[in-house]
């Protein structure tokens, strides 16, 4: 049913809505928080990598493939945290930051099996799923951090909070000036 100008009736009643009305930004803070985990597990990884060189290996040594898996960990750890702060600062590239990060982290964990030359995933997710290092928890909080990231900074609705704007309101009206 349309009303008048055409609009739909539900698009009226939003319009014709309280000034009160503000978008709740659960989804938003929610994805920002998942944000910061994802971040600091995907960064993990490589850090750990670096700490850990034996004297007299080198980055060079790595295959070209294990050196994009970790510069996919490093970038993916960037992005989301950076996407994380800027949700928290309502800005809506946020949202968009906290997706790519969250892709680029999803990228990361599925090229990893394949860094060591077959992909054998089904014998890589056995190994994480037993939780027997810290290295395989990690993992395994950075897929749950990185879906749920996907899922919230997705929704219309933390989108919509972060888009919206308080309505500035003069300081007073313009009946009472002298």
């Known amino acids: 049913m349309s009303g008048l100008h055409g609009l739909p009736a539900r698009q009226r009643e939003r319009e014709s809505s309280p000034a009160g009305y503000r978008p709740n ?13 994802a971040a600091a597990t995907s ?3 490589p850090a750990r990598l670096f700490l850990d060189i034996p004297s007299g290996f080198s980055l060079g040594d790595l295959s070209p493939l294990t ?5 996919a960990y490093l970038a ?24 790519a990060g969250a892709l680029m982290a999803l990228g990361a964990l599925l090229l990893e099996p394949a860094v060591g030359g077959s992909p054998a995933y089904a014998e890589y997710v056995r190994t994480l799923l037993r939780f ?12 749950a951090a990185v879906l749920l990231v996907l899922v919230l900074a997705g929704l219309p609705r933390t ?17 009472r000036q002298w």
């Open 25 to 37: 930004g659960l989804t938003a803070i929610a994805a920002g928080l998942f944000g910061l985990v």
């Open 43 to 45: 960064g993990y990884l």
């Open 67 to 71: 050196l994009a898996d970790l510069a």
């Open 76 to 99: 993916a750890s960037l992005i989301l945290l950076l996407g994380a702060i800027s949700t928290f600062f309502r800005a809506t590239a946020g949202a968009v930051l906290l997706i």
């Open 132 to 143: 027997e290092s810290f290295a395989a928890i990690d993992r395994v909080t950075l897929a």
């Open 159 to 175: 989108f919509g909070y972060l888009r919206y704007r308080v309505p500035v309101v003069p300081a007073s009206s313009p009946s």
